[in-house]
């Protein structure tokens, strides 16, 4: 969780400066050996010369003389931000890792949250069902745009059993809950149709009962 949070933190601290298109702020980069620091519970070699480097502010940008000399190729938090992004298919799958895409989608720029969205769509359905890449879905859902969501409707809506598993599925029933909740009226009133076929079924199961109580709770009894 360690390396999760200090990447974390960097994105926080840079946030108010992603929109442009330079930095002066420099970190170590990792070589190909080294392991991501967003997955790994336990390193900070990306980020540890970046931090600390001022007693005063342990997230100062200016570095120290010992910092310039352990960063002999520095490299951005955009470079960073756009390895990030390269592999947001295994980050969503790993325990910390998802909590690093989560902070993007939730405080990123709008760019990088329509890169991650892109990523991920196509593989909508298999993601819900997983325990962390659930959450992250369940991000886009929530800061992406109508658009975006409108993406993720079609692909569950477009398989006859997609939209069925995903509600009766344990982590994705939270997934198809989000949709319902933040979506607007027009995308919400296809997905109800969608799912009215299923509402016999659905009662049987634990989660599918889920998603008649958040119904009804929006729109009254269902029949």
Same mark, same amino acid.
């Given at each position: 969780?360690?390396?999760?949070?200090?990447?974390?933190?960097?994105? /926080?601290?840079? /946030?108010? !400066?992603?929109?442009?298109?330079?930095? %002066?702020?420099?970190?170590? *980069? +990792?070589?190909?050996?080294?392991?991501?620091?967003?997955?790994?519970?336990?390193? &900070?070699?990306? +980020?540890?010369?970046?931090?600390?480097?001022?007693?005063?502010?342990?997230?100062?940008r200016?570095?120290?003389?010992?910092?310039a000399? #352990?960063?002999? !190729? *520095? @490299?951005?938090?955009?470079?960073?931000?756009? /390895?990030?992004l390269?592999?947001?298919?295994a980050?969503?799958h790993?325990?910390?890792?998802?909590?690093?895409?989560?902070?993007?989608?939730?405080?990123?720029?709008p760019? &990088?949250?329509?890169?991650?969205?892109?990523?991920? #769509?196509?593989?909508? @359905?298999?993601?819900?069902?997983?325990?962390?890449?659930?959450?992250?879905?369940?991000?886009?859902?929530?800061?992406?745009?109508? /658009?975006? #969501?409108?993406?993720?409707? %079609?692909?569950?809506?477009?398989?006859?059993?997609?939209?069925e +598993?995903?509600?009766?599925?344990? =982590?994705?029933? =939270?997934?198809?809950?989000?949709?319902? &909740?933040?979506?607007?009226?027009?995308?919400?009133?296809?997905?109800? +149709?969608?799912?009215?076929?299923?509402?016999?079924s659905?009662?049987? =199961?634990? =989660?599918?009962?889920?998603?008649?109580?958040?119904?009804?709770?929006?729109?009254?009894?269902?029949?």
């Amino acid at each position: 969780p360690y390396g999760c949070r200090v990447i974390q933190r960097i994105l /926080e601290h840079h /946030e108010s !400066h992603f929109s442009s298109s330079s930095s %002066d702020t420099t970190l170590t *980069p +990792t070589t190909g050996s080294e392991s991501d620091p967003s997955t790994n519970p336990s390193t &900070d070699t990306l +980020t540890r010369p970046a931090v600390g480097t001022n007693p005063a502010d342990p997230l100062s940008r200016t570095p120290t003389t010992s910092t310039a000399r #352990r960063n002999p !190729h *520095p @490299v951005s938090p955009q470079l960073i931000l756009k /390895e990030l992004l390269h592999c947001t298919v295994a980050l969503v799958h790993d325990q910390y890792g998802n909590y690093v895409v989560q902070h993007v989608l939730e405080h990123g720029r709008p760019q &990088d949250k329509h890169e991650i969205v892109k990523h991920l #769509r196509g593989k909508i @359905v298999q993601l819900s069902q997983h325990k962390f890449a659930s959450n992250v879905i369940e991000k886009c859902v929530q800061f992406g745009t109508s /658009e975006h #969501r409108q993406w993720l409707i %079609d692909e569950i809506c477009s398989d006859s059993t997609a939209l069925e +598993t995903m509600m009766k599925d344990q =982590y994705a029933n =939270y997934v198809v809950q989000k949709i319902i &909740d933040v979506c607007d009226a027009q995308q919400r009133e296809f997905l109800i +149709t969608r799912i009215r076929p299923h509402v016999p079924s659905l009662k049987k =199961y634990t =989660y599918g009962k889920h998603i008649i109580a958040r119904l009804e709770k929006i729109i009254g009894k269902l029949s």
